[in-house]
């Protein structure tokens, strides 16, 4: 028996978006999902679940910013001091 259902369900998933059972065939393009429209469902789902929570990639950005901004400060004062440092008109200057 065990061997027969084995044969005739190869295997099957069921469709994320509609629940559905799907056979994990070449046929089924659009596998897990039964269709292309599911898939383009569960695609937007997945959209604007990220749009809803704008929190966590805007405050990473903020923090990537801020640090964005404080290396090109640094960058300035180190390429400044590194400039005075190894001009040869120093001490002409000084
Ligand atoms: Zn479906």
Redesign the pocket.
Known sequence: MTDLTKSTSPLSVD?P??R?A?EWIEKNTFRP???Q??QLIDLGEWATESFRIPQAPSAAMDEYELEEMERLLADQEDGDSDHSNSEPHKGWIQ
């Open positions: 469709c978006t509609c559905v799907v999902f039964c269709s429209r599911c």
